[in-house]
């Protein structure tokens, strides 16, 4: 590595991102495979970036229903953390993840500093076409093969990409 290349890779990464990782919830792992891969995914997703020093939560782990009125909605309550944290990577596949896409693709800040990672046997469905209309906007957006990309670490590659990129962007602006 050439010192250019040394001093380039010691800065931004020393840049340390606030991160939402949106997908299945973790709490009780489903007897369904595929969901069981995805929450294993998320919960491996979040402690390889943990481990690079980056503050990752889920924001099952932040949202709190019992507060009064529409402050204890939750679908409120994570819009507001979505503009509070510098990334938000969504693997878009339970019926919250997909909700969570379609906010972002509603709203332009979100979008900017947003992932949105679907199957690609679903890109041609509801929830893909939320997430178009999210990357129109600015979102990061992209297919992923399943089995094979959750298997060999491809998706957690492709989200390790994009906190580089925005790591970069940071530290410049």
């Not at 997908?23 to 979040?46: C, H, M, N, W, Y």
């Not at 990577?89 to 993840?97: F, H, I, Q, R």
């Amino acid at each position: 590595m050439t010192e250019i290349q040394e001093l380039l890779a010691r800065t931004v990464a020393s840049r340390k991102l606030k991160i939402l990782v949106f997908g299945p919830q973790v709490a009780t792992i489903s007897p369904d495979e595929r969901t069981a891969k995805l929450q294993k995914k998320r919960i491996e997703i979040r402690e390889k970036l943990e481990a690079l020093g980056h503050h990752v939560r889920y924001a099952e782990e932040l949202v709190d229903p019992s507060l009064p009125g529409l402050m204890g909605n939750p679908v409120f309550q994570e819009m507001i953390l979505m503009r509070e944290y510098d990334f938000v990577a969504t693997l878009v596949e339970s019926p919250g993840s997909v909700v969570e896409a379609t906010l972002i693709a509603g709203d332009d800040e979100l979008a900017r500093k947003a992932s949105l990672f679907i199957d690609h046997d679903y890109r041609h469905g509801l929830a893909a076409k939320a997430c178009e209309m999210a990357q129109a906007r600015g979102c990061h957006f992209t297919t992923y093969k399943y089995p094979n990309d959750l298997d060999e670490c491809n998706l957690y590659g492709m989200i390790a990409d994009r906190v580089s990129h925005i790591q970069a962007v940071k530290y410049i602006f």
